[in-house]
């Protein structure tokens, strides 16, 4: 089946420096991909929709400047946690679904991101 | 409003016996469902999933779930649980359209006892 890469699994940051999450559809294309964020114990709740090529459409109460994303390419989307805060520090998963219909969402392997 | 509702937060089950975890949906839309299974600190694998026709589906690791449109449910089902079928699972509801999210249920947490 398709894959997803997300890297890395896991990042410790400093509180204040800025973090990279990647999330590669690795035998697809995907126009779309989607940014989730999971809290201990919790479901996950999507944060953004990545379009290649335009800007991320961005949930409410989801705080565009601090977690800034960017789809480049049909296979990389990227997720920038800004100014990282120890409130910021959470379970990060990326999915996409390959093109057309009847497409099921495959997801990455999640960043586990800490700040300190 | 588009929501999944897992009533069940915890479930513990004997080892060998049978499973079901509920699922309820409200979706505007036609609805196109889907089950994973995540262990900790580990991404989401899909179990099975729903499109259209048969509303009995099969999925890995044994599974089964059958479509209720009268009763807006996807309950998963499993005949004999394994002590490894212990984690978390979520029911999801999405459009048949691939730029549009999955829609997330909270989650059960399934325990497997010997």
């Known amino acids: 089946g398709a894959v997803v890469s997300q890297h890395p699994s896991r990042v410790i940051c400093k509180s204040g420096t800025s973090v990279k999450i990647e999330c590669r559809s690795l035998?697809?294309?995907?126009?779309?991909m989607f940014w989730y964020r999971q809290f201990p114990k919790q479901s996950l709740m999507l944060m953004a929709t990545?379009?290649?090529?335009?800007?991320?459409?961005?949930e409410q109460g989801v705080e565009k400047d601090k977690f800034l994303i960017n789809h480049a390419s049909l296979t990389l989307s990227t997720l920038t946690v800004t100014s990282a805060h120890p409130e910021d520090s959470s379970f990060y998963i990326c999915?996409?679904?390959?093109?057309?219909?009847?497409?099921?969402?495959?997801f990455g392997q999640g960043t586990r991101l800490t700040v300190v | 409003a588009q929501s999944v509702t897992q009533p069940d937060i915890h479930i513990t089950v004997s080892e060998g016996a049978s499973l079901e975890l509920r699922c309820n949906y409200s979706?505007?839309?036609?609805?196109?469902l889907f089950w994973y299974v995540q262990s900790p600190g580990q991404g989401l694998q899909l179990l099975l999933k729903y499109f259209s026709g048969d509303t009995l589906v099969q999925g890995i690791k044994g599974f089964e779930a059958e479509f209720k449109r009268s009763q807006s449910s996807f309950n998963l089902r499993k005949p004999s649980v394994h002590w490894s079928d212990a984690a978390e699972y979520f029911c999801?509801?999405?459009?048949?359209?691939?730029?549009?999210?999955?829609?997330f249920g909270k989650g059960t947490t399934l325990s497997v006892s010997s």
């Open positions: 035998d697809f294309q995907a126009t779309t």
């Open positions: 999915s996409a679904r390959d093109r057309g219909v009847f497409t099921e969402a495959f």
């Open positions: 990545s379009n290649e090529g335009s800007k991320a459409t961005y």
């Open positions: 979706y505007g839309a036609t609805p196109y």
């Open positions: 999801a509801v999405g459009a048949r359209q691939a730029g549009t999210a999955l829609i």
